[in-house]
Structure formats: structure tokens, C-alpha cells
């Protein structure tokens, strides 16, 4: 008997050491209320993926990981003639336009009177030179209401050195 009441005690002993504490069921909504944001991030990143392999990027795909799921950035990628490809969800958080309404058309859809043509030289002649560029440009969303985006943008080269699609990461700001 001795040895069950010294087991005992050790176990007792060792659970108020731990150092987490019991969470009730309720709390579980709260983790479940990011659920479908994190379940959605996954699928775009998986399709992007799908885009690096099948273009053949030569491209650190970490970055992809970081910009998404760390930075929470909007990632639009574009073909080598600048016509939408492909656009994270979370394009309508910042635009409200869902991915599928802007595949195919020009990222130029988001300019309007009061973009700067200062900002969009800057971009163009990037894009030219087939370099990276950062710029924060006034956009307009689906609404015709204005935001403030900041963009970080470059081209994509394949593994021959051949730019394939330009990738831009975006982010509304204040």
C-alpha cells in the first residue's frame, strides 16, 4: 500500500508543477473563429505553389509562407503581359472584389482619377526594366471608395532566366 500512496503523491506532485492551465469549451470558439481565415490561407498558398511549379519559378517559396501567413499580404500575380492570373481571397478584405472576378484583366482596374501617375511611372518603368519595385498607390474598390495600398512588386524568372509572371504583394494601409 505504501508504494501506491508515494505514486500517488509523486503524481499529485508532479500535475502542480506543470505550468498550463485547463481551458473550458467555450474558449474553443475562439480558436474557431480564425478557422476558415487559416483554412483559406492554406488553400492559397497551395495554389500558389501549384503556379511556382508549374511555371517553373526560381523563386524562394518561403517567402510565399512568410507573406501570407505571417504578413497576412494580398498576393496578386500577373502574366508576363500583366493580365491577373491568380489572387489570394483575402483580396476582398481589401478591394471587394472576390479572385474570381479579376483573373484575366489588368491590375489597372484598381486606378482611378486620383492614383498618382508619378506612382504608376514608377511601376511601369520597373516593370520595364524587369525590377522590383515598392510603392504606396491611392486604389479604388469595387465600390468606387479609395485606399491607400502598399505594393511590393517584382517579376518572376524562370529557371532559364526568362520572366514568366510578375508577383505583387499588397497591403492596405493607413
Known amino acids: ?61 518561403k517567402i510565399i509562407d ?4 505571417i504578413d497576412k499580404n494580398v498576393v496578386v500575380v500577373t502574366d508576363a503581359k500583366l493580365n491577373i492570373v491568380f489572387a489570394t481571397q483575402n483580396m476582398w478584405n481589401m478591394s471587394q472584389y472576390r479572385p474570381e472576378e479579376i483573373i484575366g484583366k489588368s491590375p489597372k482596374m484598381f486606378q482611378g482619377d486620383l492614383t498618382s501617375s508619378t506612382t504608376l511611372k514608377i511601376v511601369s518603368n520597373a516593370i520595364k526594366e524587369k525590377k522590383p519595385f515598392e510603392v504606396t498607390v491611392v486604389n479604388y474598390r469595387k465600390d468606387g471608395s479609395t485606399y491607400k495600398c502598399w505594393i511590393q512588386g517584382q517579376p518572376v524568372f524562370d529557371k532559364k532566366g526568362d520572366v514568366v509572371n510578375f508577383i505583387a504583394f499588397e497591403k492596405e494601409v493607413a
Do not use: C, G, H
Open 1 to 61: 500500500m505504501i508504494d501506491l500512496k508515494d505514486y500517488d503523491n509523486a503524481v499529485i506532485k508532479f500535475r502542480k508543477s506543470l505550468s498550463f492551465i485547463m481551458l473550458p469549451v467555450i474558449s474553443w470558439d475562439f480558436y474557431a473563429s480564425n478557422y476558415e481565415e487559416i483554412k483559406q490561407t492554406e488553400k492559397d498558398v497551395d495554389s500558389l505553389l501549384r503556379i511556382v511549379s508549374a511555371n517553373s519559378w526560381n523563386i524562394d517559396t
Open 66 to 69: 512568410t507573406k501570407l501567413k
